[in-house]
């Protein structure tokens, strides 16, 4: 007798990017700009002139390449701009399960980090 054996592969579950602390004091509800439908674990990064957080891009000057933030769960601002829950300071976070733009730069990469570092959102 054959036994089917069925695959699924599971996203990221929300806060699974926390390794250690992101309690209460390491979140903010945070407004996801248009446009965008995110994955939990996304390096975020805020417009200055309006607040909105977006997906962090080290090749704009709008804010956004600067790294503010990690997104704790998927977001879809597909039709609008969206709440969000994000880690914005004082955790551990897992490298592995962070996200940054496609065609971002090891050196971007690392800065983004530190950016994030200096929020004591601890990559390891």
Not at 37 to 61: F, M
Request: aromatic share 2%.
């Amino acid at each position: 007798m054959a036994l089917l054996q069925n695959t699924t592969t599971e996203g990221t579950r929300t806060a699974e990017v926390v390794l250690s602390g992101g309690g209460s004091i390491s979140r903010e509800k945070v407004l996801l700009i248009s446009g965008q439908n995110l994955k939990a674990g996304a390096v975020l990064g805020v417009i200055t002139a309006s607040g909105k957080y977006t997906l962090h891009d080290a090749a704009a000057a709008d804010g956004s390449q600067n790294a503010a933030a990690v997104l704790l769960a998927d977001c879809n601002a597909t039709g609008g701009d969206a709440a969000a829950l994000v880690l914005a300071r004082l955790a551990e976070i897992k490298t592995e399960l962070l996200t940054f733009k496609a065609g971002i730069t090891a050196p971007q990469r690392t800065a983004a980090l530190a950016a994030l570092a200096a929020k004591f959102l601890i990559a390891r």
